[in-house]
């Protein structure tokens, strides 16, 4: 049966040597795959990205590896999302959401680590500028990495920089063959092309780079790389693992106030009093927009009053830091008979 005209390929770049920092990774693409022509998209691993730039971490002779290792996770993480023995989940100061940071100890010698590039945006742009002026052809270029699935076995490539090919096609408002209007479809592009990609690499296989010919894509005229890819702040409805939250939550001394925050907190009391049986607080601003809410009872402090105000402010604390506020609670008491029994300070961590 003849083969159909036009439709995607993938195909391997065989023959690439063992990178270590410094080399020219543009010189040594193009020399193994001087056929790449215009519209291709080469998708090349980040391990291989983080290796010529020199994102290797070394484990000294006779250190734990292990030990190396999670100091470098806990050095490549801005939070921790979720923790299972060993195992951490966390957010990198790239705004990826994966295992370890990263950080990987699989097709390396022993003695070292690797760690994500620095910006894989910027290191595409660069790789897809090189090869323009090694090879005088228009490329895109996606940088690759595996990351896990929230709530799926199994592995699986994504990109975590670009270059010359918008991250999202955004396909909201437009009308399917039943008339229906889209209204949420953004499909992740780069991701799916490295998945692609990762097809014909493989994991054992030693080929860091493939091409992906024959995809229909237009060059953004703002590059903005895989930043569109990230989902945090009020987009993300899971940002802690359930058994971690409370685990996860810190007192902050140091807040810079911001606005909303009495409304959080009286919402976050509302949450508490439909997990907890009801219990009535008033709320009253300390300063305006100093970032703290005064806490008093309307009636009189018993020990049991006391319970019910310890059990609801644990709560509060839970949901208000889930909802993205850093918190700290004092408590006052009852001076003199006066109804106020706490300050709560919220706001954002001063950087």
């Known amino acids: ?132 002026a090694l090879l005088g052809v228009e490329v895109a270029v996606v940088v690759s990495d595996t990351f896990g699935r929230t709530w799926r076995e199994g592995l699986t490539d994504v990109a975590v ?61 703002e590059d903005t790389g895989t930043r569109p890819l990230v989902r945090l702040g009020p987009g993300d409805l899971f940002p802690y693992g359930s058994r971690d939250l409370v685990a996860s939550r810190q007192p902050v001394r140091d807040l810079v106030p911001r606005p909303g925050d009495r409304e959080a907190v009286a919402e976050a009391f509302r949450v508490a009093s439909a997990a907890l049986p009801e219990f009535p607080v008033v709320l009253r601003h300390g300063g305006e927009g100093d970032g703290v809410v005064d806490v008093h009872l309307p009636e009189r402090a018993t020990v049991t009053a006391a319970l019910n105000l310890g059990a609801h402010i644990g709560a509060v604390l839970v949901q208000l830091h889930a909802e993205g506020w850093a918190t700290r609670w004092e408590p006052v008491g009852t001076p003199g008979g006066s109804s106020l029994v706490g300050r709560l300070w919220l706001g954002s961590p001063r950087a």
């Open 161 to 221: 920089g670009s270059a010359g090919i918008a991250a999202l096609t955004d396909h909201r408002g437009a009308v399917d063959a039943h008339g229906n209007r889209l209204e949420t479809t953004q499909t992740a592009v780069v991701d799916e092309v490295a998945a692609a990609a990762d097809l014909v690499k493989g994991k054992l296989d030693g080929v860091p780079v493939a091409v992906v010919r024959g995809l229909r894509f237009e060059v953004p005229a």
């Open 1 to 132: 049966m003849a083969e159909p005209a036009g439709g995607l390929r993938v195909l391997p770049v065989r023959g690439l040597p063992e990178f270590t920092a410094g080399d020219d990774l543009a010189g040594a693409v193009a020399g193994a795959a001087p056929w790449l022509a215009d519209g291709d998209v080469v998708v090349v691993t980040s391990k291989v990205v983080s290796k010529v730039e020199g994102r290797v971490v070394p484990v000294p002779p006779g250190a734990d590896r292990e030990a190396v290792r999670q100091r470098a996770i806990d050095d490549e993480s801005v939070r921790v999302v979720a923790r299972r023995g060993p195992l951490k989940i966390v957010e990198t100061r790239h705004g990826w959401v994966v295992a370890a940071a990263g950080v990987d100890a699989s097709n390396v010698p022993g003695d070292s680590l690797v760690l994500l590039p620095a910006d894989a945006d910027a290191s595409a742009r660069g790789l897809r500028d090189r090869l323009r």
